[in-house]
């Protein structure tokens, strides 16, 4: 005989006693011996019909299923990448090969930690279940609360009809890692068909239904390049093949690459600027939109941090920026502060990995002494380092004559002037009678 104290009994035993009550009243021939006070419930379990046990058991196993999802949790340990991925289309596909069916051609979707020397994905542990496996299942669903489902699929490893399926157990510490995964795009036209798939399957995590299938305007302007990961976990319910829903937990956004480009300076024409501003300076970008960008220049200066928003002036084939420097909060500045310069997209706050920048003082302006014509003319640019122009520019030396190569000239002196300047010994007519008179001719040289 079990003795159960009235103020101590649990939702549970109630539910199993309301289940006596019911069963007597249906089956009177069947008596339940029960003795009721105003401080105990006494049950003879020896006496109870065996349909009634069954119902306790069964109950029990739920009340147990119930307080095990209670306990469940899912946490990510690792976000997936923001903008790093580049949705795919269902055209988009690998040449097939021999004996192996066509693969989809799916740029895997990274972790946010990922780097070119230590790839990494996005990962989910399952926590307070260590009884035995469950399942993680990844959808998509829309970027905004209340979070219903979103057309796109996941495709790649473990998935199947849009979603990713991965079973968790103690083996792995209850983590599930989604390597090998991306998001596929859905045309226009197809967006009701994926979600009449997804309504056959059941894949609606937070039950908001598919009323929006019908809804035009809300299909109209649905974002198709932008979606959050949905992870939910399962665990095995009493029969086999059957699952228990558990908790949920959705991932930042992700967009696609094509039109939600990450944001990153390519090239700078100035790393510098003096405290005064107004400095004109040119960077190359990826993409971005002139309304929607800001370049800020961060520092530390006197105890103070800053954040500066230089003035920009032109974007050029939404790729090159031209922007003035702020103006520097200390004027008398006497050494140089260190400084970093980023964009930042105001719409979503998304900033871009920072660049090393100098805020330098104020110095005269060194006049170059006047310069004669023999004198080179190469004096380096920024040599004192002010940022403002001479306003002079110097005219290129003057282009020598072809024939002018420098040096003296030296003409060769004719026969003739030789002679006349006696600079030459010749014959005379003298000597030329005196040939036969003498037998020698004597020359003088």
């Known amino acids: ?20 009550y019911e069963l007597k009243l249906a089956s009177p021939a069947q008596p339940v011996n029960t003795t009721t006070n105003q401080e105990t419930i006494e049950i003879k379990y020896e006496e109870i019909p065996p349909q009634v046990t069954n119902v306790q058991v069964q109950q029990a196993q739920q009340v147990q299923q119930v307080q095990q999802v209670w306990n469940v949790g899912i946490e990510i340990v690792e976000q997936p990448a923001v903008n790093d991925h580049r949705f795919r289309y269902p ?9 192996q069916p066509s693969s989809k051609a799916v740029g895997a979707l990274q972790g946010a930690k990922s780097s070119p020397q230590n790839k990494s994905y996005p990962k989910v542990k399952v926590t307070g279940y260590k009884e035995g496996p469950a399942i993680v299942i990844a959808s998509c669903v829309v970027e905004d609360e209340p979070y219903k489902v979103h057309p796109n699929c996941i495709v790649g490893r473990n998935c199947t009809q849009g979603v990713c399926r991965i079973e ?14 991306g998001i596929e795009c859905v045309t226009n036209k197809k967006i009701p068909e994926s979600l009449d798939r997804c309504q056959r399957n059941k894949i609606d995590p937070f039950n908001q239904g598919f009323s929006h299938m019908e809804d035009k ?18 665990i095995p319910g009493a029969k086999p093949g059957d699952y228990i829903a558990g908790p949920t937990v959705v991932s930042d956004v992700v967009k696609d690459k094509r039109v939600h480009e990450r944001l990153k300076i390519i090239d700078i024409s100035d790393n510098f600027a003096t405290v ?7 960077m190359f970008t990826t993409k971005v939109n002139k309304d929607d960008i800001e370049v800020r220049f961060a520092f530390d200066h006197n105890g103070k941090s800053y954040d500066l928003v230089g003035n920009v002036t032109d974007v050029h084939k939404q790729a090159g920026l031209s922007f003035t420097s702020p103006v520097f909060p200390d004027q008398q500045l006497t050494e140089d502060v260190q400084a970093k310069v980023y964009l930042l997209r105001k719409s979503d706050k998304v900033k871009s990995a920072p660049e090393d920048f100098v805020f330098r003082p104020n110095r005269p302006i060194k006049t170059a002494p ?11 640019q920024n040599q004192d380092g002010n940022d403002d122009s001479t306003g002079k520019i110097e005219a290129p030396p ?18 003739t002037d030789q002679i006349n300047r006696g ?23």
């Open 168 to 181: 968790v157990d103690p083996e792995n510490d209850m983590t599930a890692t989604f390597e090998k995964i």
């Open 1 to 20: 005989m079990a003795s159960t104290d009235v103020n101590s009994m649990d939702p549970s035993t109630d539910s199993i006693i309301e289940d006596v």
């Open 423 to 445: 600079a030459t010994n010749v014959i005379t007519a003298n000597d030329i009678m005196n040939l036969s008179l003498s037998p020698q001719i004597q020359v003088r040289n």
């Open 398 to 415: 003057r282009r020598q004559h072809p024939c002018d190569v420098g040096g003296s000239v030296t003409t060769n002196e004719s026969f």
């Open 91 to 99: 055209s988009e596909k690998l040449p097939k090969k021999s004996g």
């Open 217 to 234: 305007k809300y299909l109209k302007d649905l974002d198709m390049n932008s979606l959050r990961l949905c992870f939910q976990v399962f």
């Open 370 to 380: 006047k310069r004669t014509k023999q004198q080179t003319r190469a004096v380096p």
């Open 276 to 282: 005064k501003g107004n400095k004109k300076i040119i």
